[in-house]
């Protein structure tokens, strides 16, 4: 996605309308982001209006991205909470009317691991390779967010997917107190 070309694009039609957005980018653009994954929508958190919505879909035309009923940047993100704070957000575009944020690969993967949805598991594990994490103690302390309902399995299948047993196996003789948690 070309991402730069939209918002300068949506920043400009903001402008001509003395219109200022805040976005914060979740879900696939994220991954995108990160390039973990390709996306042909953004899901946000924006104050919205009529007004912006129909700059958004003028844009869409435009750039003959996303729909009516689906536009390319949207709020239709109804199963998605972050549990992370927003203190690590990175602001990835910025200008007169614009600013667009998302947050860090870190922040992703504690919300993916705490949202123990199984669909989530093949992103954990592209997450888990790209940050390198292989200290299983790090990545059990996430669960501490959990309330309760989160599914650890996920987060050993995935460390087994990114690195395999025998990565297992050598942080475990390195760290016995761990097999606890499996």
């Not at 903001?14 to 042909?40: Q, R, S, W």
């Not at 993967?109 to 790209?130: M, P, T, W």
């Not at 200290?135 to 309760?148: A, H, Q, R, T, V």
Request: include cysteine; aromatic fraction near 10%.
């Amino acid at each position: 996605m070309e991402y730069e070309r939209l918002f300068n694009r949506l920043n400009e039609k903001l402008k001509k309308e003395n219109l200022v957005l805040d976005i914060h980018c979740i879900g696939g653009f994220v991954l995108e982001y990160y390039g973990l994954k390709a996306t042909f929508d953004i899901d946000a958190f924006y104050h919205s209006s009529d007004k912006v919505e129909q700059i958004i879909r003028e844009i869409g035309e435009e750039f003959h991205i996303g729909t009516r009923t689906e536009p390319w940047l949207n709020q239709s993100i109804t199963d998605i909470m972050s549990y992370s704070a927003h203190n690590d957000e990175k602001i990835i575009f910025s200008a007169s009317h614009l600013t667009v944020s998302i947050n860090s690969l870190e922040s992703v993967l504690k919300d993916k691991v705490i949202a123990g949805r199984s669909k989530d598991e093949d992103d954990i594990v592209s997450i888990l390779k790209k940050l390198n994490k292989r200290n299983l103690k790090d990545l059990y302390d996430i669960l501490e967010y959990s309330d309760g309902t989160t599914d650890s399995s996920i987060l050993l299948d995935a460390y087994l997917k990114a690195f395999g047993e025998n990565a297992l196996d050598e942080y475990l003789q390195e760290h016995p107190e761990m097999e606890q948690f499996l």
